[in-house]
């Protein structure tokens, strides 16, 4: 099945700082997600993304397809912004196509 | 509200009692997947509905039986759950058809089996 690794692993900033989170992977794909999982647990949609560039606030991703990679940016994070952010592809033209999560990169914005 | 539910939320049991975990989503969505998480070894996928009537097994589909007799709903049922059980569970659901379409996933249930 498709490999997806996510970097770096763990990351801290403080509050205000930028950020670029990658996700590699290793088949073509159609369709990619990008989520927030809070510290209670829940998975938060932040993108849609099998190609291009969206932003919405402070965050915008991008998904080279072509290349197999997609990179999340979360500008002036926020203590709010902690938890981790996982990269889910999904493959197949049709049926399954369940999403592949990453291992994730758990994100801690210090005050 | 477009969403998905799942109850209970937190639930702790015994070995080898049986349980489920209810999900349901509002989107009208034909597609529905049941995942797990686990630490160091992410979400995997144990069940899917591609609609009513159809389901299939996921990833890890052992210890586990679905039914999905409504469009809206899709039960995971633990016959006689075991202790390597204990982990998140989370109902996922998404629109069907085209090449693909963003899922929606619900809040999530911790399960402790004793």
């Known amino acids: 099945g498709i490999q997806v690794e996510q970097s770096p692993p763990d990351l801290i900033l403080q509050e205000g700082a930028n950020s670029t989170l990658r996700c590699n992977f290793s088949?073509?794909?159609?369709?990619l997600q990008w989520f927030h999982q809070n510290p209670w647990g829940q998975l938060i949609n932040l993108f849609y993304?099998?190609?291009g560039t969206k932003q919405n606030g402070r965050l915008s991703a991008t998904t080279v397809a072509t290349e197999r990679y997609s990179l999340l940016y979360i500008s002036s994070s926020q203590t709010t912004d902690s938890g981790v952010y996982f990269c889910a592809p999904s493959v197949g033209d049709t049926g399954r196509r369940a999403l592949t999560f990453g291992s994730g990169t758990r994100l801690q914005v210090q005050p | 509200e477009a969403q998905v539910t799942q109850n209970p939320r937190y639930l702790i049991t015994v070995t080898g009692k049986k349980l489920t975990v209810t999900c349901s989503q509002n989107?009208?969505?034909?597609?529905m997947s049941w995942y797990r998480q686990d630490p160091g070894l992410g979400l995997r996928q144990i069940y899917y509905s591609m609609n009513v009537e159809v389901t299939d097994k996921g990833d890890v589909p052992e210890g586990y039986k679905v039914s999905r007799k409504e469009k809206r709903n899709f039960p995971l049922i633990l016959e006689s759950p075991s202790p390597n059980q204990t982990s998140l569970y989370f109902c996922?659901?998404?629109?069907?058809?085209?090449?693909?379409?963003?899922?929606?996933f619900g809040p999530g249930t911790r399960l402790t089996v004793t």
């Open positions: 996922a659901s998404r629109k069907s058809g085209g090449i693909s379409y963003e899922q929606y």
């Open positions: 993304i099998p190609s």
């Open positions: 088949d073509s794909v159609n369709n």
């Open positions: 989107m009208n969505h034909e597609y």
